[in-house]
């Protein structure tokens, strides 16, 4: 069929899946294909993985010369290389270089809650709004910034990263080498871990919720105390950067207690005599991140 538009070609390079599509006229998906990462295998592994997928969607769009690319964390000032990536065999690795030189292609490349975030601010739940948080909660902790629908990640690429502000200082240890991040607190595994701790078995973190729901004390107590970090780490941001709407995505993003007790608890910690920033819901889903990525070429 013949495209009614331009189309762009992102991917979303996560630490379990790859995701990659083709969008027509800002986010109609006319292509869609994930893959796993096998992170376990390494890097020189992972490049291959990115470079048969872009493969596949170069077929869908031929006349494409750019790619848009988001992966966890960022590139280093001066060499180019990825820093602060959770898919640590990433790290200190010439990424850029690399895909370019493999994809023979333009490469963009941005930290995947940025691309979050800018997919949400241009087409999803925060369409309209200045200063956008797009806030990631699922197997790690990620957040982006978009001022007037543009990325801002700062002059060290590190803007948004709420998920490595320590929230507790004698908290667990953070693959970044500190203590008591909010990625080590907020994040899903780091919820099953602190059930596990409470006495409880080891279970998803569907699991724990349904048995708080239930009235299992255990439960309970752990999501209490989840919804309290949450409240805590978030009221930091808000204060910091007041922004005119945060976007939550990431699989915990679906807990509704998130959007009712977790927004009381941010409440309680702002500074200020009330709350006036909307908590909202990601509208794109689990491909906002892709989307974004895909924006990032788009012209």
């Known amino acids: 069929m013949k495209p009614t538009g331009q189309r762009c070609i992102g991917i979303d390079l996560g630490g379990t899946k790859i995701e990659g599509v083709v969008i027509e006229d800002g986010t109609r998906v006319v292509e869609r ?9 390494g890097y020189e592994h992972i490049l291959g993985r990115v470079t048969t997928l872009a493969a596949d969607l170069r077929r869908h769009a031929p006349d494409c010369t750019r790619i848009g690319i988001g992966t966890p964390g960022a590139l280093a000032h001066g060499n180019d290389r ?3 990536s959770n898919t640590t065999c990433l790290n200190d690795r010439p990424l850029l270089a690399d895909l370019v030189s493999r994809l023979e292609l333009e490469v963009r490349l941005e930290n995947d809650a940025n691309c979050f975030a800018l997919a949400e601010a241009r087409h999803g739940a925060a369409m ?23 990325v801002w990640a700062g002059p060290q690429g590190i803007a948004g990263e709420w998920g490595h502000h320590r929230v507790d200082p004698a908290g667990p240890r953070c693959y970044c080498g500190q203590r008591g991040c909010a ?33 299992e004390g255990r439960a309970v107590r752990v999501l209490d105390e989840y919804v309290e970090q949450f409240g805590r780490a978030l009221a930091n941001v808000i204060n910091i950067i007041d922004p005119d709407v945060v976007v939550l995505g990431g699989g915990l993003s ?13 409440e309680r910690y702002v500074f200020n005599d009330e709350l006036r920033t909307p908590i909202v819901r990601n509208r794109l889903g689990d491909s906002a991140g892709v989307i974004g990525a895909a924006l990032l070429v788009a012209t």
């Not at 294909?33 to 295998?41: G, L, S």
């Not at 724990?208 to 239930?214: D, G």
């Open 82 to 84: 990825l820093k602060n």
């Open 33 to 41: 294909c994930r893959i796993a990462t096998e992170r376990h295998e």
């Open 254 to 266: 679906n807990l509704e207690v998130l959007y009712t007790r977790g927004r009381e608890t941010v």
């Open 183 to 215: 990625e080590t607190l907020l994040s899903g595994p780091a919820l099953e871990r602190s059930y596990v701790a409470s006495g409880g078995g080891k279970c998803p973190v569907e699991s724990i919720v349904a048995r708080a729901t239930a009235g």
């Open 128 to 150: 309209g709004r200045r200063v956008v948080f797009g806030v990631i909660l699922g197997t790690g902790v990620g957040g982006g910034l978009v001022w007037d629908g543009e």
